[in-house]
């Protein structure tokens, strides 16, 4: 059984920093593809990072370009979300997803597996 869990959400102000951890147990983490997405209250899951298996190949969503950061440690079956500069429009729960796929892209449906997800929020 997969189990994906998510931890290092909280509360910042405006203009700091968080670094989200998902540690994935259950098979063998570098042969997934990895994702993060976030949900809003009212709003849609929204796509935010991903990360191929091998961790060579990343993107990002246009609302976090340039200032979160996906990365991987194969070695310790953990995928990272360093969120710097962070707006009060980044308030979301934030959910880590794994492909079985090399490469899944921004797409919800290639994405097999979920955590619970984690609260962030950013104040103003």
């Known amino acids: 059984q997969v189990q994906l869990v998510e931890s290092g959400g909280g509360l910042v102000q405006a203009g700091g920093s968080l670094r989200l951890s998902c540690v994935i147990s259950?098979?063998?983490?570098?042969?997934?593809?990895m994702g993060w997405f976030r949900q809003a209250p009212g709003k849609e899951r929204e796509f935010v990072a991903t990360?191929?298996?091998?961790?060579?190949?990343?993107r990002y969503g246009d609302a976090v370009k340039g200032r979160f950061t996906i990365s991987r440690n194969n070695a310790k079956n953990t995928v990272y979300l360093q969120m710097n500069s962070l707006k009060p429009e980044d308030t979301a729960v934030y959910f880590c997803?794994?492909?079985?796929?090399?490469?899944?892209?921004?797409?919800?449906?290639?994405?097999?597996?979920w955590g619970q997800g984690t609260q962030v929020t950013v104040s103003s």
């Open positions: 997803a794994g492909s079985t796929y090399d490469w899944a892209g921004f797409s919800i449906g290639n994405y097999e597996y």
């Open positions: 259950g098979r063998t983490f570098s042969n997934y593809a």
């Open positions: 990360i191929s298996s091998s961790g060579s190949i990343t």
